[in-house]
């Protein structure tokens, strides 16, 4: 084959910062504090590492095994098999366009709210709801700091592999835990602050239901960048001296202190403030400038460090999703790297163009109910990720042979990796059941019932014509 070598990392350690770093996102520091303040706190979280040990470790090692053996991004490593399948890696690359359609607006007001730390938005805690929201909603502000970001994206993963994605990993993941510890410090000595301490981790179980199950497991894939390719295309490459079981451990556990940590950093200083912890999406951006403005002259550096790191989160994250795209574009379509890049982030940028929008003046412009932010949001969180997983476990477990899948994981014998064959039985039958149940029972107990169904329907349309594809 007259092909070109494929890109690897250049080192263990950059690798795994890359993965780190696309699991570690706003997923942990954004998403991660309100829905555990949204559900009930302890409980929320026990369900959660729950999901993220027992189903998304399985999928996260069960995607980095096909990526590396095919050394294919999502929808070569699926077609390789058989195109009945292609459609499963196109439901990632379509859910890769999703997210790329409203993560970049959340990381553009992490970026302006560095800036609104030192420009008085600490000057007055009582207006900072109404500054919020009034941020989001103007036509045009966040847009600028949306385009900004994009632009940081772009210039990272034009640069390839190597010397963008693994260099921005390397020094931006230790610096992020770094601001949190930090931060954490500075909340923990406030008086008060241990009623956030049980919150967190004195479960109440009296609030937990159906839907409750569903945010947890929604939460671990997109959490952990799983369920949509992404942990397959970072797999691919990679080389073939690399532990996997190790590898998929350490990311896992990264990326699940991360979430602590940010949880850490935010709610005993909440409770110390006496605010609400069910604040939803607006509790990074409304309650922790509230708790830096209580901290005296120090408050506004410390607010500008963390809204630094949910930034850099968000980067190492946003990155990894273009690239799921940008090496579909290579593989499969045969672009440059640069095309691709450009290409894609222009179409991305018009998504995120509408979810900004969908926040302030077209607020009334609803699908199926919601506007474009939840659209985007909604059906990847609560739908495609979730199937999408268990796509790649039903793939995994059925479709692979097993003597493949344990040569990839043995690195052809000569590793021991004693849990293979639990490993194997969880991929193969009891993720695809569970995954099964938890979607069933939360689809069935969510609001938005029409754009569920249209969910569904989206991903059996994209079976059915699966070998156009
Ligand atoms: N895991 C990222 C976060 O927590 C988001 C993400 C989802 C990245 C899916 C890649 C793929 O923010």
Redesign the pocket.
């Known amino acids: 084959m007259e092909q070109k070598e494929r890109e690897s990392w250049g080192s263990r350690i950059g690798f795994i910062m890359a993965a780190a770093g ?7 520091i954004w ?1 991660f504090p309100y829905l555990t303040g949204m559900n009930g706190g302890g409980a929320f979280i026990v369900i959660y590492l729950a999901c993220v040990f027992f189903i998304g470790l399985s999928i996260m090692l069960a995607e980095l095994t096909v990526g590396r053996r095919t050394h294919l991004a999502a929808v070569g490593a699926y077609k390789t098999n058989s195109k009945s399948w292609t459609f499963a890696g196109v439901l990632g690359v379509l ?2 366009f999703m ?1 790329m359609g409203f ?1 970049p607006v959340v990381g553009g007001w992490s970026m302006a709210y560095i800036v609104k730390s030192f420009t008085g938005l600490l000057s007055n805690p009582a207006a900072v709801g109404d500054a919020f929201g009034a941020f989001i909603g103007d036509p045009i502000q966040p847009l600028i700091w949306t385009v900004l970001y994009m632009l940081i994206n772009v210039y990272i993963v034009a640069r390839g592999v190597t010397k963008g994605i693994e260099t921005a990993g390397k020094i931006l993941m230790p610096m992020l835990f770094g601001l949190l510890i930090i931060i954490i410090i500075k909340g923990l000595t406030l008086t008060g602050s241990s009623s956030g301490l049980s919150f967190l981790f004195v479960p109440d179980w009296s609030v937990v239901n159906g839907n409750t199950f569903l945010a947890a497991l929604g939460q671990a894939f ?5 369920g ?1 390719g ?1 942990m397959i295309t970072y797999g691919s490459y990679l080389n073939k001296q690399e532990k996997l079981p190790q590898n998929a451990l350490i990311v896992v556990t990264m990326d699940t202190c991360a979430a602590i940590l940010a949880g850490l950093a935010l709610f005993p200083a909440l409770f110390a403030f006496g605010l609400e912890p069910t604040a939803g999406p607006g509790l990074v951006f409304v309650v922790a400038p509230q708790i830096f403005a209580g901290m005296g002259g120090f408050g506004m550096i410390f607010s500008a460090f963390f809204f630094l790191a949910l930034m850099i ?2 980067l190492t ?2 990155v ?2 273009l690239e ?1 795209v940008v090496a579909y574009l290579m593989d499969e379509r045969k672009m440059s790297r640069k095309s691709a890049v450009y290409g894609t982030s222009v179409v991305m940028l018009i998504l995120c163009v509408l979810s900004s929008l969908s926040l302030g003046v077209m607020s009334k412009a609803t699908v199926l109910g919601v506007g474009a932010f939840d659209f985007f949001d909604i059906l990847t969180d609560k739908i495609f ?1 979730a199937i999408g997983g268990m796509l790649l476990a039903i793939f995994a477990g059925w479709f692979l042979k097993k003597e493949d899948l344990r040569d990839e994981l043995t690195n052809g014998g000569t590793l021991k990796f004693g849990l293979f064959e639990a490993w194997y039985i969880m991929i193969k039958y009891v993720i695809p059941v569970l995954i099964g149940i938890v979607a069933f029972v939360g689809i069935t107990s969510i609001a938005q019932k029409g754009l569920m169904i249209f969910g569904l329907l989206v991903i059996v349309v994209l079976a059915a014509f699966s070998k156009k594809l």
């Open positions: 696309s699991a570690i996102g706003l997923g942990n998403r859910s890769g997210i993560y997109f959490s952990l960048s799983l949509m992404c989160a968000a994250s946003s990894s999703l799921v990720l």
